[in-house]
């Protein structure tokens, strides 16, 4: 059973730095690409981040490149999201989502597995 918890969001304030976690369980977790999505109010989920299976390829949304950086950890199951330089507009629930591919990929139908979410609110 594909498990994904999502950890590390809170309340900062603009031009501060978050870091979430997502910890992956099973034992095909190296196989898949990975990605980071989020939700705002009353909007869709949109694409944030994703990272190919061996973490050599890796995607951004253009509102987060250059701020957001995501890596993963093979041998301890996890993926993570760094986010630098938080804007408002950042605030969101942000999703940790495993693919049904090993290919980094911006399509939210590519991914099966989803965790349940964290919330990150940057104040300004």
């Known amino acids: 059973q594909e498990q994904l918890v999502e950890s590390g969001g809170g309340l900062v304030q603009a031009g501060g730095s978050l870091r979430l976690s997502c910890a992956a369980s099973?034992?095909?977790?190296?196989?898949?690409?990975m990605g980071w999505f989020r939700q705002a109010p009353g909007k869709e989920r949109d694409f944030v981040a994703t990272?190919?299976?061996?973490?050599?390829?890796?995607k951004y949304a253009d509102s987060v490149k250059g701020r957001f950086t995501i890596s993963r950890d093979n041998a301890k199951n996890m993926v993570y999201l760094q986010m630098n330089t938080l804007q408002p507009e950042d605030t969101a629930v942000y999703y940790c989502a495993k693919s049904s591919y090993s290919s980094a990929s911006i399509y939210r139908s590519y991914y099966r597995w989803w965790g349940q979410g964290t919330q990150v609110t940057v104040s300004s």
């Open positions: 990272i190919s299976w061996n973490g050599d390829i890796t």
């Open positions: 099973g034992r095909t977790f190296s196989m898949y690409a």
